[in-house]
């Protein structure tokens, strides 16, 4: 069976971060480290702009937003209070022949892209369910032996068959299932616990799947005790939360308000996949907006706004809820990846059902990018894959870390409190009533073993008591964003292959990295026409010193000038300066005068080197 295209293409994507320097397998000099990657020169520079883009559009670009920068490794408690220790784990199987460990939600994904498997394409139809017994007998005695040894088919083949001609003849009213079909040909014993899943490695038995904690764990301190031990964050949003307090009091910010961080998290991910798309070291640039609880809007405004799903929200008001604000911040986002290139055409979208929703949470919308290796689902069309998630996480964070450390997480609001003061009694009843009711679902889910019905009614009731003093904790509306995923979303977004034939029939793939010039790693590549003359080769010099201090300039002047175009062209760079004998005054009225070459099209104009710096600057920012 050929391989999926866009295999092939994520294929040409990976040799091509290599060769030009963007990503690198970690410690590749000794056979690499699964689910870690470095980021080579491009990479590098790629990945700043990106960092910095999104730092400026969150904080320096508003009002409303205030920057963090905490340490990786902090209290455990904070991992205990954010329910991290107790359930951040995805399930896992292990085979019992070859003992790899295989996240149970991919095993049908990985499955299909082992060689065994498309192998077994040549033989029999999975999609119609017509197999020839004795070609099965034979692949097993062949390629199966190779490449599935521990196959239930390939050890005990005709045993396995007879499973599966059993089965089959039921096939009219109930045809196999593609994944029937493989439970079958691992199946060598029929018994109550029922079919078994293959594991995509070897073909032998999986484990029932079992909960795996993703968070790496190491040691504070010299003695490696249960006291000491520590984890490497898994997210960067919990140390938002428990520097809440004191962002708020330094930065003189009040709700609705934003703290925005951007830094490495870990998970120990069972299967690292597709690049660096599901990696074990990775980047978030996480933002957590808080805002006031739809009743304290109620009782300031009379009401809270309610939008038109799928309308843009361009200016934040203040009688928003959490619902405008989810709104409003998806759009932001999807604005962000525009500014940057992303059209929306590339984007797709996943709002979290309620069965997928964590108890505490109202509201999740992903933000989805059609990579290469993204699936098709039923109708042919490509959804995409998680790029950033945007919840709308209630007041679960604040609460949890105000319970677990005993400090208060709540703010003052002088306007609620004068508000409260004028409501009329009915109005502060039905608050109250709809503010306790929420308390009381939060402090009985999240209640200690120890913790009674009637400590968690009176803690409601505290609770609800407060919003008539001003005083409430605030609700979170969190976009998350990872780095590594949006740098792969770019790099396939920008690759591009043209293949040119030359006059004498002669036919060459060129890359062109088409990279927003906002992101591009390169931003403008300095040329001298010819490196043999030192009056173009001062010239140039000077160009690139003009330029340096304000943009990242690439200097070459090795090889024919179109050998130097197509090798910016592979880095992405969008715009080529080539310093000419005009530019020397070859043609009096064009002296001072450089030609700007762009990426995408080839076009060529000429422009003062006086008004480059200019030009170039409002390019590329
Ligand atoms: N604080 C919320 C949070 O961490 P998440 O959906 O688990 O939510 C947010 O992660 C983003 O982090 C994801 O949308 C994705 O872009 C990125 N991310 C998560 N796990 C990752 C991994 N193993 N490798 C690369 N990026 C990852």
Known sequence: MAEPKENLQMEKIVSLCKRRGFVFQSSEIYGGLNGFWDYGPLGAELKRNVKELWWHAMTRQREDI????????????????????????????????????????????????????QSLADVVDVGTQTFDGDALLRWAAGKGKRLAPELALVRNPTVTLSWLSERSKTSKENPVSAKEFYQYIATEQLTATGLITPCPHCGGELTAPRPFNLMFETWAGPLQSDENKVYLRPETAQAIFAQFKNVLETSRQKVPFGIAQVGKAFRNEITPRNFTFRSREFEQME?????????????????????????????????????????????ERVRFYEGIGLSRETLGFHHQTPEELAHYARACTDILFKFPFSKKDEQGHVKGDELEGIAARSDFDLSQ??????????????ELRAAWAKLPKEKADDLWKRYYDHRKNYLTKSAKPDETPEQ?????????????????????????????????A??????????????????????????????????????????????????????????????????????????????????????????????????????????????DDGRQERLKISELLAFLLSKTR
Request: proline letters at 7%; glycine letters at 6%.
């Open 456 to 488: 968690i009614a009176q803690q409601a009731t505290e609770d609800a008591n407060g919003l008539a003093r001003g005083q409430y904790i605030p609700h979170v509306i969190e976009p998350s964003a990872g780095v590594d995923r949006l740098i792969l």
């Open 490 to 599: 770019l790099i396939a977004n920008a690759y591009t292959e043209t293949v040119k034939t030359d006059d004498k029939g002669k036919s060459e793939t060129i890359y062109t990295m088409k990279f927003h010039p906002r992101v591009a790693p390169i931003k403008v590549g300095v040329l001298p026409l010819l490196k043999n003359k030192p009056e173009l080769v001062n010239k140039a010099l000077e160009v690139r010193e003009l330029l340096r201090p304000w943009l990242n300039i690439y200097y070459d002047e090795a090889g024919s000038i179109g050998k130097r175009y197509a090798r910016q062209d592979e880095a992405g760079t969008p715009f080529c300066v080539t310093i000419d004998f005009d530019t020397l005054g070859e043609k009096p009225e064009l002296l001072d005068t450089v030609t700007i070459r762009y990426r």
């Open 66 to 117: 205030a920057g963090l920068e905490a340490t990786i490794i902090m209290s455990p408690k904070i991992w205990e209070a954010s329910g991290h220790v107790a359930t951040f784990a995805d399930l896992m199987s292990t085979c019992k022949s070859c003992k790899k460990l295989i996240r149970a939600d991919q095993v049908w994904d990985i499955l299909i892209e082992q060689p065994w498997v």
């Open 287 to 331: 933002l957590e907006f808080f805002i006031k609880p739809d009743e304290v809007i109620e009782a300031i405004h009379g009401s809270v706004f309610t939008p038109t799903p799928n309308a843009p929200l361009a200016t934040p008001q203040p009688n928003w809820g959490w619902q405008a604000w989810h709104q409003y911040w998806v759009e």
């Open 401 to 414: 870390h105000q319970r677990f450390s005993g400090k208060p997480m709540g703010v003052f609001d002088d």
